[in-house]
């Protein structure tokens, strides 16, 4: 029991006459109504985004989700291409976020000089709370033509024609498309990982990363079997976050990914996301087949990271404090 | 496991691999933070360097967004986006430290309690452009028009989570016996949670408040269909607001140089807004841990 509830209970017979003693239950009720709006908000926009994709959905059937033709001129809607882009973009920005997070996080816990800990710390906090239009206008103006030049140029050039290889990296080398998009989601996406990762390498206790020292083992294997097994859930926790983050993230993207309809046809092409779409047209969508398509690219999107993040928080449990 | 039998050379080899991998990641991720920060700078500046004179230029402060070609500054995108983050703010402020309350005084260990908490992390990750379209399915369509509470209601209920959340941690944190002394001498609960653990727990509270203003300032996603956009200067909330990042984002992707100079001149206001806001709360945070 909390101890508000206990003392009210105790308390009712005697203390009727404390000064303010009547505002007691107001007070609660003022705090409950909060907590319910929250709670309120979050099923108004499930809700909200259901009945504005209905049109779509009962339109297109399942056809909405196997179909990648995106047409506003003829109004037919298929969320395949953008579903697969904000997969794909997501998944290679996880695949190249983890490993660097779990060494930034490994650095700041086990091999950092005390001194630079807290500035590198801040530092990476930084990264976390620069804005995502930054990242956007960063991307698409000074990473992507340097990309462009010293990445994709070189491995272009050197793909065999014909091969696996040149399918994959065909495209208009002018450094915006989904690997580019995936690059940047990685940096945005890193140093919460990385926070997260850190916080739970944190709890481990003491005396078990000790002991694993004292038998001789060097930090790599300590990590390895000893501190890695024991966050094993809270860490995919983490990473299940890092997911969810990258998937719903929106202005970057729309900025780098080149904002094209359909499947994606290779790392450097351009490709388009949920959100991207629904950024890039809904303001300009007339009422109709073509808004309620975007919301229901939100339903979708929705539901993805609503099963991503349940789990996330799941498996993080409370542990990490994030 | 073959460790035994596994020569010491290899064993210092993977050791050694593993370190250099652990410096590099941490070296990707400064170099990229410098990088950024250094294009904010150099690119972000020229926006308050007078072109002809070459001397300190205001413009950006007293002038509103022009036509292409002609000068003008981000006067009227400042000010929307200033009204926008301090509506949204009160709001969730009221909400966020009201609902914090809630679930760690009264709700600790109520089923609806573990309901609530659990969505709320969810609300506080969930992608804000969703946000944007819920605002827009529910204040926008229904009274035909775009307007700034629209926009200020999506940052609201973007930065409410936040609050919440940080409430409750540190609400959490403040010692059993302040609560008891305080109902001892015979305050109402209230009163308690008033005068003794809002005031004793204040500094994570206010922290708490600056990081949700610090993630609302610079989104963009939930303003691109609530708030829209606004030519000139206007006061008026329940019209379309001018606003930073949306500014930024139609002038960025223009093929004007002047637009694309006052893009970076306010992708750089708002990074250096949100870093200096970011780095006040931490020193805030820590201060009140330290002593």
Redesign the interface.
């Known amino acids: 029991?909390?101890?508000?509830?206990e003392?009210?209970a105790a308390?009712t017979p005697r203390?009727r006459s404390?000064?303010?003693?009547g505002?007691?239950r107001?007070?609660?009720i003022?705090?409950?109504?909060?907590?319910?709006?929250?709670?309120t908000?979050?099923g108004?926009?499930v809700v909200?985004?259901a009945?504005?994709g209905w049109p779509a959905f009962e339109a297109f059937g399942l056809r909405f989700f196997t179909t990648a033709t995106w047409d506003p001129v003829r109004d037919v809607y298929g969320a395949a291409g953008a579903v697969t882009g904000t997969l794909v973009t997501s998944a290679i920005a996880l695949l190249i976020a983890l490993?660097?997070?779990?060494?930034?996080a490994?650095?700041?816990v086990?091999?950092?000089p005390p001194v630079l800990r807290r500035p590198?710390g801040?530092?990476?906090?930084?990264?976390a709370?620069?804005?995502?239009?930054?990242?956007?206008?960063?991307g698409?103006?000074?990473f992507a033509p340097w990309f462009a030049k010293h990445v994709q140029m070189p491995i272009m050039m050197s793909a065999e024609p014909g091969s696996f290889w040149e399918k994959l990296t065909t495209g208009v080398p002018n450094g915006a498309g989904i690997l580019t998009a995936s690059i940047i989601l990685a940096?945005m996406i890193?140093?919460f990982i990385?926070a997260t990762l850190r916080e739970l390498m944190l709890t481990i206790p003491a005396q078990v990363r000790e002991s694993a020292y004292g038998l001789g083992s060097?930090?790599?294997?300590v990590?390895r079997k000893v501190s890695l097994p024991y966050i094993r859930t809270g860490a995919i926790g983490a990473v299940m976050?890092g997911l969810?983050?990258a998937?719903?993230?929106?202005?970057a993207v729309t900025?780098i990914i080149g904002n094209a309809h359909g499947f994606p046809t290779s790392i450097f092409a351009s490709g388009s996301t949920i959100?991207s779409t629904?950024?890039n047209e809904?303001?300009e969508a007339p009422p109709g087949l073509h808004s309620a398509s975007?919301?229901a690219l939100?339903f979708v999107?929705?539901v993805i990271?609503?099963a991503v993040?349940?789990l996330a928080?799941i498996l993080i449990g409370r542990q990490a404090?994030l | 496991m073959s460790?035994t039998a596994t020569p010491r050379l290899s064993?210092?080899l993977?050791?050694g691999a593993?370190?250099v991998?652990?410096?590099?990641?941490?070296v990707?991720?400064?170099v990229?933070?410098a990088?950024?920060l250094w294009?904010?700078l150099s690119?972000g500046l020229s926006g308050f360097i007078d072109p002809d004179s070459g001397g300190l230029d205001l413009d950006l402060f007293t002038k509103s967004t022009p036509a292409p070609g002609s000068e003008g500054g981000l006067l009227n995108a400042i000010l929307g986006s200033l009204m926008m983050c301090a509506v949204a703010m009160v709001g969730a402020v009221?909400?966020?430290?009201?609902?914090g309350?809630?679930?760690s005084?009264?709700?600790?260990?109520s089923l609806y309690?573990k309901?609530?908490r659990?969505?709320?992390?969810?609300?506080l990750?969930?992608?804000?452009?969703?946000?944007g379209?819920?605002i827009?399915?529910?204040l926008v369509f229904p009274f035909k028009g775009f307007s700034g509470l629209a926009g200020a209601a999506a940052l609201g209920?973007i930065a409410?989570?936040v609050i919440?959340r940080t409430t409750e941690?540190v609400l959490r944190l403040q010692p059993?016996a302040l609560?008891?002394a305080s109902?001892a001498l015979?305050?109402?609960?209230?009163?308690t949670?008033f005068a003794v653990i809002w005031k004793s727990a204040r500094a994570g509270m206010l922290t708490g408040a600056l990081l949700a203003f610090?993630r609302i300032?610079?989104?963009?996603?939930p303003l691109?269909?609530t708030a829209?956009n606004n030519q000139f200067l206007s006061l008026d909330l329940t019209k379309p607001t001018a606003n930073l990042?949306v500014v930024?984002?139609n002038f960025?992707?223009s093929a004007y140089d002047d637009w694309r100079r006052l893009?970076?001149a306010g992708?750089l206001l708002?990074?250096a807004t949100?870093?200096s806001v970011?780095?006040i709360a931490?020193i805030l945070a820590r201060e009140k841990t330290r002593s």
Do not use: H
Not at chain 1, 1 to 5: E, N, W
Not at chain 2, 186 to 191: F, K, M, N, Q, S
């Open positions: 029991m909390t101890l508000a509830a003392t009210s308390a203390r404390a000064k303010g003693a505002f007691d107001a007070f609660e003022l705090c409950f109504t909060a907590a319910t709006f929250l709670l908000a979050l108004g926009l909200s985004l009945i504005g490993p660097l997070a779990l060494g930034i490994i650095f700041l086990e091999l950092c590198i801040t530092a990476v906090e930084l990264l709370g620069i804005p995502s239009i930054v990242y956007g206008m960063w698409l103006f000074v940096i890193l140093p990385a060097t930090t790599f294997e990590i976050l969810g983050r998937l719903g993230e929106t202005m900025f959100a629904i950024a809904f303001a975007l919301i939100g999107l929705f990271t609503f993040l349940a928080r404090n | 460790t064993r210092r993977a050791q593993f370190l991998f652990c410096w590099v990641a941490t990707v991720a400064l990229a933070l990088a950024i294009s904010l690119q009221v909400i966020g430290f009201l609902a309350t809630w679930l005084e009264y709700a600790r260990d309690g309901v609530i659990f969505l709320n992390d969810v609300l990750s969930a992608p804000s452009i969703l946000v379209l819920f827009y399915e529910i209920l409410a989570p919440t941690d059993k609560r008891e109902v015979g305050a109402p609960v209230w009163r949670i610090a300032s610079g989104e963009t996603a691109l269909f829209l990042p930024i984002f960025a992707l893009a970076w992708a708002i990074a949100v870093l970011t780095v931490r």
